[in-house]
């Protein structure tokens, strides 16, 4: 789950200090081209011994500032034009000694010379061995790093290079990247509450089987995702799903219909905005047997019977300023019936899709969505990632916000 123009035009610096998980920046600096980043790299000495600056002006395009006194840069004062010209500096990995170096103000080599001169946003990342990331003075740097205005993104807890087994590897690239795309997204959400629901849910037939559909979650997940980004207090009802926890998300998991009701019902009492990704069987077995059942007939016939319908129910309990969004996956008629839903259900926007292609719907990462509005306005999105569809369905929710005055249950 990735926008492609997440960092657009962004000028990113990226600082690469002598640590084993040096190999891990290029992968860094892939995802932040990939979001649209112009990324320039500055590394120490130490740093080329694990990666050579040459895979990094390969794949950057630019040229690695490695030395100060550097004839190839001619009559340019790197450190001061490479500082002025970036939008966000992210040091990655960072070792004790330039945690250190920062902290203390000291400038001996390209890299912390370079830091000397930013005024742009700041992100530091330690990647070190457990004990020297736990030693009390690399501790007292980072606390003076945060009090000076550096965002410092937590190690993680795992196996290390050395063996040893705690905190100290390097944040995820993944992870670091939502961390600069943070830096730089409006926080039009900030103090609201967001419930998304994302997912399939399960249906048991016998212990082993069970009625569901083919969603992934991912559209759901990314909206959760992006309201994050944008300053809400996100939960997210996940049925199912294979995908890795949004970050600064929490997260409910359920299985069947009738858990996601109880918990998207529970939450969406006190929210501001509650969409409603999910993919929830309308239907489930009226006896699901406590065994499996065996292959003993040559027709098998289950008798079925409707599952709660979330979304009618969160339309009919929607307080004033409440803003309530529903998905329409269909296979034909997309207009009339997405219409039909919103009017039904109570909904100040619906997102629709014709399911079917290999390029969108379910499990696809793409999605060609039409929005659809009460006032009878419709928009039209052309195929794009689910990051960015996400994106652009809570710009909508955020003016309806604004229209109506910002004043939701809390």
């Not at 410092?152 to 063996?163: D, F, R, S």
């Not at 009802?237 to 009701?261: F, I, K, N, Q, Y």
């Not at 269909?330 to 997102?351: G, H, P, Q, S, V």
């Not at 399911?355 to 719907?361: H, N, Q, T």
Request: hydrophobic share 45%; with cysteine; net charge neutral.
């Amino acid at each position: 789950m990735w926008g492609e123009n997440l960092l657009s035009g962004r000028r990113i610096l990226l600082g690469v200090s002598g640590g084993i998980a040096a190999y891990k920046s290029v992968e860094l600096l892939r995802l932040l081209q990939k979001s649209g980043a112009d990324v320039r790299v500055a590394m120490t000495e130490s740093a080329q011994k694990f990666v050579g600056r040459i895979t990094f002006e390969a794949i950057s395009g630019h040229p690695v500032f490695e030395r100060m006194f550097d004839d190839a840069a001619g009559h340019e004062i790197r450190h001061i034009n490479w500082a002025k010209d970036a939008d966000a500096v992210v040091i990655a990995p960072a070792t004790a000694n330039i945690i250190g170096k920062i902290a203390c103000g000291i400038a001996d080599d390209a890299l912390s010379t370079l830091m000397m001169a930013v005024t742009a946003p700041r992100l530091v990342c330690p990647a070190m061995n457990t004990h020297m990331f736990e030693n009390r003075a690399v501790q007292r740097n980072l606390e003076t790093l945060e009090k000076d205005g550096i965002s410092v993104v937590a190690p993680g807890y795992g196996e290390l290079a050395c063996k040893t087994t705690g905190p100290g590897r390097l944040a995820d690239p993944q992870e670091i990247a939502w961390r600069l795309v943070d830096v730089f997204t409006a926080k039009d959400l900030a103090g609201k509450r967001v419930v998304v629901s994302a997912g399939p849910t399960r249906e048991p037939i016998d212990p082993v089987r069970y009625i569901s559909n083919p969603s992934s979650g991912k559209m759901g997940y990314a909206v959760a995702q992006a309201a994050a980004l944008r300053g809400g207090d996100v939960v997210l009802v996940s049925g199912p799903a294979v995908l890795a926890d949004p970050l600064g998300v929490r997260v409910r998991r359920v299985s069947t219909a009738h858990e996601m009701a109880e918990a998207v019902l529970e939450e969406c009492d006190s929210a501001d905005i509650v969409v409603k990704a999910a993919a929830v069987s309308d239907y489930r077995p009226t006896d699901a047997s406590a065994h499996k059942v065996k292959k003993e007939k040559d027709h098998l016939v289950l008798e079925l019977e409707k599952t709660t319908d979330i979304l009618a129910e969160l339309g009919r309990r929607k307080t004033p300023g409440q803003i309530l969004v529903g998905f329409a996956a269909e296979t034909r008629e997309l207009e009339k019936y997405a219409i039909e839903k919103m009017k039904k259900k109570n909904l100040d926007m619906i997102a629709a899709n014709l399911v079917g292609g290999k390029d969108a719907g379910f499990d696809a990462d793409t999605n060609t969505l039409r929005l659809f509005f009460p006032d009878g306005r419709n928009e039209k999105l052309p195929m794009m990632d689910k990051f960015t569809a996400a994106t652009i369905i809570l710009d909508h929710v955020a003016a309806i916000l604004a229209r109506k005055g910002g004043n939701g249950p809390m």
